[in-house]
């Protein structure tokens, strides 16, 4: 069935570091990709989406890309701020069922 | 406008006690999606409804869990002679569209702690 691997739990940078996060998936489907992030206390919500391979999901700093030959789904930021400090969750649409299913989500933790 | 609204935001219950758990979704909005979260587990769909109607409730488990929509603007999830590994925070969503390629949007959850 569809799923997603994000295997990296926690990722701890500074202020103004290069953010990256790695998420792989897997699917019988085109792909619909998603990021959404979660602040403390807070329900997901949606970062940014992207439909086609190689076209560039951007939201708020962030961009994401996912790469159909190596099944990959990246996010990235130049210059991550104490802000961003929250869960990032790959997420994929599952279309025959028509649910999003979450991959286990990186803390990502900024000193200040 | 208002997001969407689930009550209680805490709720302490004991082994074998009942727990109701209510969501209002955004008004508008056609599929409403339940989830669980815990530490260990991660976010897990549960079920959702389409237009109201029951369309996937295979996350649920099979005893003691139920889900029901009466009416466009609310929906409950029912939890029966509660467990301790019933303990997560749970989560519910609205998306526009009876597609869950739309936009999900949700709300700030249900954290249940069953003792």
């Known amino acids: 069935g569809d799923s997603v691997t994000q295997m990296q739990g926690q990722v701890t940078l500074s202020e103004d570091d290069f953010l990256f996060i790695n998420c792989t998936y897997s699917t019988t489907w085109y792909p619909t990709l998603f990021w959404y992030v979660q602040y403390p206390g807070e329900g997901p919500q949606l970062l940014l989406k992207v439909t086609t391979a190689n076209n560039k999901g951007i939201s708020r700093g962030f961009e994401a890309t996912y790469d159909k030959g190596t099944t990959s789904f990246h996010l990235q930021k130049a210059s991550v701020q104490e802000s961003d400090s929250a869960v990032y969750y790959c997420v994929l649409l599952n279309y025959n069922q028509g649910k999003l299913i979450f991959g286990q989500g990186t803390k990502l933790s900024i000193k200040p | 406008n208002a997001g969407v609204i689930q009550t209680p935001r805490h709720k302490v219950t004991g082994k074998g006690q009942e727990a109701t758990l209510w969501c209002e979704p955004i008004?508008?909005?056609?599929?409403v999606f339940w989830y669980r979260q815990t530490i260990v587990q991660g976010l897990e769909f549960l079920t959702y409804?389409?237009?109201?109607?029951?369309?996937?409730d295979s996350g649920m488990p099979k005893e003691r869990f139920s889900a029901q929509m009466p009416n466009q603007s609310h929906s409950t999830l029912k939890i029966q002679s509660t467990q301790p590994q019933d303990s997560a925070v749970y989560l519910c969503?609205?998306?526009?569209?009876?597609?869950?390629?739309?936009?999900?949007?949700f709300g700030e959850g249900s954290r249940l702690i069953v003792v």
């Open positions: 969503a609205s998306s526009r569209q009876a597609y869950s390629g739309n936009t999900l949007y």
């Open positions: 008004s508008g909005h056609s599929a």
């Open positions: 409804f389409r237009n109201q109607a029951p369309i996937d």
